[in-house]
């Protein structure tokens, strides 16, 4: 079974900085890009990074670029999202991806979901 879990959300002070990871398992997502989204309450869920397989190319938001980094370990099977310089305007539930194909920054493009992980940014 084929699984994406998420971890490292909670509440923190705005400034301050949050390590999201998101740990696959059940398969190999060689070859599979990854992918972070987030949904606040109330709005429809939005692109926040991706990252592809291989190479160094990573695709941000604007309004987080620059503050937010994506990466993985391929190692660990594991992609990771630093967040720095948090906002209240971040606070969403924060959902990892993998997609084999399409758009890096379109969610329809994604076949696989995590659960999420709540981020609560306080003013």
């Known amino acids: 079974q084929v699984q994406l879990v998420e971890s490292g959300g909670g509440l923190v002070q705005a400034g301050g900085s949050l390590r999201l990871s998101c740990a696959a398992s059940?398969?190999?997502?060689?070859?599979?890009?990854m992918g972070w989204f987030r949904q606040a309450p109330g709005k429809e869920r939005e692109f926040v990074a991706a990252m592809p397989w291989s190479g160094p190319n990573t695709l941000y938001a604007n309004s987080v670029k620059g503050r937010f980094t994506i990466s993985r370990d391929y190692a660990k099977n594991t992609m990771y999202l630093q967040m720095n310089s948090l906002k209240p305007e971040d606070t969403a539930v924060y959902y990892c991806?993998?997609?084999?194909?399409?758009?890096?920054?379109?969610?329809?493009?994604?076949?696989?979901w995590g659960r999420g992980t709540q981020v609560t940014v306080s003013s």
């Open positions: 059940g398969r190999s997502f060689s070859g599979y890009a």
């Open positions: 991806a993998a997609r084999a194909s399409g758009s890096l920054n379109y969610a329809a493009s994604y076949g696989y």
